[in-house]
């Protein structure tokens, strides 16, 4: 069957959705990039909008199997980001009309850090009188934590999923009894139950993944009513156990890579088709595989991009995966050279904008 036939059906069931992501013939990729691009215009649009992304501190009590600041890593210096550079990078942020600011760091549970975001969120909401747009991605809480932060001014909030099958994720992470599942799609259940714009997502390319479990992840999206989704390619990082099996088996090289990159623009691509109107980043990670990883996300649907404005010493510290793109640069080259990127495949920047999934509006009509 021709890749036409699956691009015009109104509705994709799972079996097309495996179809059109196992692609990789130049003429079809095309094919399929141009109509996911098309969904984009005509179900948000060809604006892109910008989250200003605060790496505010790389402290974290978990020890995922793939992330290069998890606890067990001792190569990493831990930094905190004093709050009155938290703060004057949120003025900053409004200035520049970003819109929206997306406060990431490790996982912490202890009351002094429930304390400390709830008053920063308070702080950050005062700038401009509310004007700056909210995102926390700061991991699993309990469901009165989050409620706390949804009062303070949170009103979006990212915990990815890392992938949908639960025998996956188990092999992803140590089994300590803190790294379930269950828990985190019970997380995501509770900030959607609170009334955050919830985002989630999945890293593409694992070993053992294969195309129906990405096809499952799609699904999941759905039937978890997600309004943004960020998702991007494994990428290694040196000093962990994955990285490190994963470099020993040889399927580190360029071909494996490229293979990576290109499920990532396709999860991107049939996402798009499939979810519509949802919120969908052009992530890091898909830079660090090829130059051009973000417009290619940009051109296949994705409509979010996040430059970073975590502070230049700390960048170094930072480093989920090897060969992060953009450590050497200050917030405002960031801010340019994504304005570029975005003029290059024929977008617009939503300044000023909270750029709220529609989905989600749509959803509550
Ligand atoms: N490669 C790609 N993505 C990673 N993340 C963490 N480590 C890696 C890696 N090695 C992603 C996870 C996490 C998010 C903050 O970063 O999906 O949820
Ligand atoms: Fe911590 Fe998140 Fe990295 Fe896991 S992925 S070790 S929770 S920072």
Known sequence: MNISHYLQKEKLNKEDIVFLLGRTEPEELDQLYRAAYEVKKECV??????????????????????????????????????????????????????????????ERQDEAFVDYV???????????NGALGITLCVGEQTKETYQRWYDAGAHRYLLRIESSNPKLYKTLHPQDGHHKWEVRKACLDALAEIGYQVGTGVMIGLPGQTLEDLADDILFYKSQNIAMIGMG?????????????????????PEERARRLRLSINMVAVTRLFLKDVNIAATTAMQTLHPLGREMALKAGANILMPLVTLPQFRNQYQLYDNKPCLEDGQEQCRNCLSARVASVGDTVGWGQWGDSPHFFNNLK
């Open 233 to 253: 390619p494994y990428v290694v990082h040196h000093n962990t156990p994955l990285g490190k099996k994963v470099s020993e088996a040889g399927l580190d090289s």
């Open 118 to 128: 709830e008053d920063l969120l308070r702080e950050i909401k005062s700038i401009g």
């Open 45 to 106: 649009g060809n604006v892109d909008y910008y989250r200003g992304l605060l790496e505010f501190s790389n402290r974290c009590i978990k020890n995922c199997c793939y992330c290069g600041i998890r606890r067990g890593n001792r190569q990493v210096e831990r930094f905190d980001t004093p709050k009155e550079d938290i703060l004057a990078m949120a003025r900053w942020c409004y200035e520049q009309q970003y819109g929206s600011i997306t406060l990431q760091s490790g």
